[in-house]
């Protein structure tokens, strides 16, 4: 029994630190995919945790350079894409970008989507390009993979921690 109890320390130490990136990332990370029924694009954009500086945060998401939306007030989206778009802050740590697609198609060249972070004097953005048809399907399995990896990694831990205690 003396031997369980630094190998359990142990792994929970392990296990704690394999989900978590070493250090913050530099930017927002961007997680695409398509709503169930609809077909929407959908952009989660998870940014660093910082010391709360208002005002803020606020966030915008750009289709190759071209604003889409934002949470700031005066904001000024081009208005063909405003229509089919919204951004809204989730969490505060989450902006999601929802984008209605045009019924029956979808669009036949990538885009580069931008979400940019504002809190306080300092922004932050990130990008990346997406062409809708390899967009995967948004699921509670998929967005348990991309936004908690700790998370994912104790729900998978759990067996082992009951077996060790059990010993």
């Known amino acids: 029994m003396d031997l369980h109890l630094p190998a359990i320390v142990a792994f929970m130490l392990v296990a704690s630190t394999v989900g978590q990136p070493w250090g913050n990332p530099r930017g927002p990370q961007l997680y695409p995919c398509l709503t169930i029924l609809e077909r929407n694009l959908r952009v989660d ?24 939306g934002s949470t700031l007030p005066n904001a000024q989206p081009i208005p063909e894409l405003k229509r089919r778009s919204n951004v809204t802050l989730v969490t505060p740590y989450k902006c999601r970008l929802t984008y209605a697609r045009v019924q029956g198609s979808f669009d036949e060249k990538p885009y580069t989507y931008t979400c940019r972070v504002i809190q306080g004097t300092q922004a932050l953005e990130n990008s990346m390009a997406l062409h809708q048809r390899n967009v ?10 991309q936004g908690a990896p700790s998370v994912l990694l104790t729900v998978l831990s759990l067996p082992v921690f009951v077996q060790l205690l059990s010993a």
Do not use: I, N
Not at 55 to 62: I, Q, S
Not at 136 to 145: D, Q, R, T, Y
């Open 45 to 68: 954009c998870d940014f660093p945790r910082t010391a709360p500086v208002p005002p803020g945060p606020f966030c915008e998401f750009k289709q190759d350079s071209r604003l889409m």
């Open 136 to 145: 995967p399907v948004c699921s509670a399995l998929s967005v348990l993979f």
